[in-house]
């Protein structure tokens, strides 16, 4: 892209100045703590809605699912589906009762029930070990992605990412950001969408079926690199490969290889699928930038409606991504079967969406494909930035360190923790550089879903929790799922007889609830339970 | 036991319901039943181990690719029918 693809450039350009313009605009309605952490709790259902979509679909969704489906097919989908179900799991346990018990943060629910100094430190340092570790694939992924399609050197496009994020957090807080994540979730929605009616009209005569039935009859470039040598491509008379010749060929060739709907190839065994679909189920429970946004809304209804919105429009996007990814891996057949015989598997799935974009629509296409992605990694980071400074603020300043601290205060401590936590995500992103994305995510989900999550929603059900068990629970995940993510990646393959899986969450998530209960069921104190859950389920 | 600090957690007029708490959970619990029960099985048969019952051909596709479509709709009624349950409350 960059300056060999100026139209495309420019709409990136135009959709960056747009999105710090509008940070810019929410400053105006940014006079607060409150507005600066949750915008007054003045956003309606709809836009929040369209916000948690925002903030939810980062670039592993847009560009890191569809991408590895045209590689793999319809194994890859799976982590998609986990994406989607955490929502409903989201939703019907925790949603409502956490806006009615809760005000700013995780913490607050906590200790809104038990209160206590130890309790809002360790929910503190929960969060921001889980949000600090969830931007850090966020700035790796973009600094990888507009290398590739900028041209620029990581380190530059690491620093620009960075930059942008902090700078969008100190204009505009929880308001800005609400509208720049609803704005771009609107356009990795309708980018999505646009890919898929693009790629039918002009391959598929118009008819979306037609891309999975000829789906059904082609092998995927993972599986078929392997036989390539092989492969008898007939001459065409444009003396190059139409999209479906290769992939023609192929079959024709090797009749008894799998097809692109064939389940069970690139899947892992049963008790790493297991735990991988736990962690992706309950992770979202647990992640602060998440539960935030249920703080900007009115009361527990709102919360739920806004969660609806969230709900439908993933399950569009998801369904459109098993489409999209099949329809790329058909028409770039060639090109992504090149990737893979270079060893660029990596490059093949992060750039399958953008050379399908220019392919469909040449830089127009390209420039709203790159808009998205940089839409899916700002508005993630962002969220993230958010939910960790009103931690540190609200929680640590406000809670702890100076009490009597007034707002203006508060709300510079809050900016200067963005400034300092972007600074550190950003010395470890060029730290890790080189490690895997979709590995770094997996762990925060299962960080998430050993801690937070398994406590929170005891919190809000369980009459018999006592605080001893809270801290007991985010202890034991927290150090169990660590464990396992360090043995993992450090390719221990395991722990005093136990096999290190690909996600820690189906022993942390165990582990964490055997502590809350039985730790619950040794201690008395329980906090104000009586009066918070009837706080928490009020209508 | 009381904490001292969080003694305002339910606002004036709210009171403590057991009963309206764990009809509640109750509901929660049979609506997180059904969706579970779709996603893990579609998650299950995806899998190497039993991709033999994955690949079972209905209708010209495999039962993998309906499992998956199956959790997003049974996830959309749960959603209404949880919206639904609170219009009840």
Redo the contacts between chains.
Sequence with gaps: MGFENPIAFTILVVSLIAVVYVSWWGKKHTSTTTDFYVAGGKISPRLNGWAMFGDYCSAASFLGVAGAIALTG??S??VA??F??A???V???LA?PLKS?GKFTVADVL??????RSLKFLAMFTTVVIGTLYLVPQIVGAGHLFQLLLGWDYMVTVFVSAFIMGLMVILGGMMGTTYNQAIQGVILLVAMLLLFVLAALIYFGGNPFAI?SQA?TTVPPTQAVGVMAQVVVPPTPEGAYGPFVLAEAVRAGFANLPHA?????A????WN??SL?LGL?LGVAGLPHILIRFYTVKDA?DA??G??IT??GL?VF??AV?FVGFATMMILYPALIEMLQAGQRGRATNMAIPLLGMELGGEVVLGIIAAGAMAAMLSTSVGLLISMTTSLSHDVYAGVLRPNSTDRERLVFAKLGAVVLTVIALLASIWLKDQNVAILVAMCFGIAASTFAPVLILSV?W?GLTKEGVIAGLVVGLIVSLVFTFARFSDVPEIMGIRVLGNPALYGVPAALLSIILVSLLT?????A??????A??? | MTNPSTKDAAPPGVVYDEAAIKRKLGAAIGLLAIFCVTYFTAAVIATRDFRAIGQIDILGMPLALYAGLLVFIVGLVVTRMCLNQDKGD
């Design positions: 319809i194994d989908w799976w589906i986990g989607f179900g929502w409903i799991f939703l019907v346990a409502g018990s200790v809104g029930r038990f209160g206590g999975i059904m709907l064939t389940p069970g190839i899947t892992p065994d049963v699928q297991v679909v189920l209804k739920k409606k969660a609806e709900i439908i399950a998801y369904i098993l059900w009459k008395k104190n329980t906090g104000n009586r009066e918070f859950l009837a706080a389920h009020r209508n």
